[in-house]
């Protein structure tokens, strides 16, 4: 919301005069409506942080009285609501260890000091006093100190906060500039505002450049999306099977639209969001080079793919949490293992750095970004990287030293980065691969199906509900779903458990380990028994569905929604489907025994969907036992 010019200044003087209000109008209606445009969603977020003690809260109210006392005390006016942020940011940057506390006056006199009718009557204030004292302590004179260090100035210096706004529910965000390393005073009021106005329109367009606003849809969870986001958070790699039509890649493409922002570069498509890539697989593709490019030593450049240039625009929203979809349409048209082995061995190479943040291996590698190409092509170019001259053409940029070629670039970073790693897989790439199982199509290595997640989508009965729904389109949310729901933070669960972002007691690392041993010993003389990846990521699994049940609710169940079942219980269940059942397939003598071991084991542990899958598949032998079996319908 935009804050009027005197509500939160430090230094600044008109005619030599202070003017600082220390706060804002929202709405002075007899009705109590807020006029403030923006205002709503800091008052929700004043709600949420609301200060239960406000009899210790002190502040200077009018004129004359500089002590400091409690609110309760000023006749004039009713405190409405008093709240504390915790989290503060500067122009896009945390205040580290700050806290900043606002309240809401209104004012209730008939009548002013003088007698006559108070004009101003029931007017709403939001104030944010610099000598505010919350149990003794100056709380907000500290964020403002704080703010002026974050403006590389001394206590002398000078600047303005022109908009306050609430983002990611929690977070109080100021934007505003310095105005020099000393005390300003204008002529006029006139000279204020216009220089304001000017440094403004300077500073707005380069934070809103490079920060989405995470607006939310806390809407529920279905259950189905539940599975398929715990999932995605425990591995970015899905493979989707089922018959022709069952909405396979439509879903990957509703989980694109759901969580784009509203920024005006992802969201231009009325069909397709920014954030989504459909790779229709073909049938001749026999290695990488539809995927990962290629260097023709004949024509002297590297030919790029829509998957390379959707990696690079990955990384652009990669710390704005933004994820993005790569939907393979029909995978196993050609074998998998094949066009496909780069990104199954890179998916491997996951690893979590000091910083947090996920790192691969190269899916390109960084040659590809150093070597010098000749004629009118440039490999940054053509990955969609802007030049910082928008009238340069490939030839200018060929022309530069190779050391200079970051500078040519908006995103110096990117190009940096990829000169020196090569193109890698950002954290906030999720691959799903779409996959019909008939016999026009390739059966899957347990290879393959040891690296992804995999579901089956099954359509039954069709009943009269189907009428219900009305016109179901796939658009954007106003608001959309918080990236961090999909956007995969874990890697090796030994490494989160050892230091502490994840815990496990006692029971329920014995009942881990013996369900892993016990399928193992179930599938004891078959080509199928697990090994410790599975291990691992059924830990992450059990990791993610209770992170994504905070992330969504912070603890408070939503009215209408999913009931999120986080018990370990469930996640054997789970781990069976998407890991364990999908590998076994073959003729009577191979799988029977397993599966009628994994059956009794199902049912004793009330493992109800992958008891109905066992059964399906201990059918398909037939009644002579001469068939063959497997996961997939």
Known sequence: MKLKNTAFIYNVTVDGSSNCDWGTDIGQSKKHTFTLEGFPEVLNAMVFYKIEDVENIEVILGKGNRIPKPISAYTDNKLVLASCFKKVYLNGKELKGERFIMYILKEINERNSKGAINVHKDRCTLKFNNSLRYNGEEVNLHCINAISEAFNQSSNGSWAILEMNIENEDELHFKGFALGNAPKNYATKEDRNEDFTKK??????????????????????????????????????????????????????????DTCPCDGYL????????????????????????????????????FVTDFMRFLVKAKMYEDKKVPFFVCLDEMNLAPVEEYFADFLSVIESRKKRSDGKIVTDPIVPASAFTEKYSGDFNIFMEMGLEPVNDSWKADDINALDSNDMKDAFVRQDIVEELMRDGLTIPQNVVVVGTVNMDDTTNSFSRKVIDR???????????????????DITLNYLEHPRKGDLFISDEVRALEMLGEGRFELSDKEKKDILAFINNINKDMDGTPFKISHRILNETILLYHAKKEIYKLMNDGEDFEGGVVFNTDLNSIFDSILMQKVLPRIEGDYEKCNSCLVKLSARCADNEWTKSEEKIEFMLKRFGSDKSGFTSFWN
């Open 200 to 257: 403004l329109g300077e500073v707005l367009p380069i934070l809103d450049d490079n920060k989405v606003k995470p607006a939310y849809e806390d809407t529920y969870l279905t259950e189905e999306e539940y599975d398929y986001i715990s999932a995605i958070k425990t591995k970015p790699f899905l493979i989707l099977g089922g018959f022709s039509g069952t909405g396979k890649s439509v879903q990957v493409k509703l989980l694109a639209f």
């Open 452 to 470: 992804a997640m995999t579901f089956e989508t099954i359509v039954g009965n069709f009943g009269e509900d189907y009428f219900d729904y009305g």
């Open 267 to 302: 969201n231009t498509s009325e069909t397709s969001p920014g954030n989504y890539l459909l790779i229709s697989v073909k049938p001749n593709w026999h290695d990488a080079t539809d995927i990962t490019g290629f260097r023709s030593s004949v024509q002297n450049k590297y």
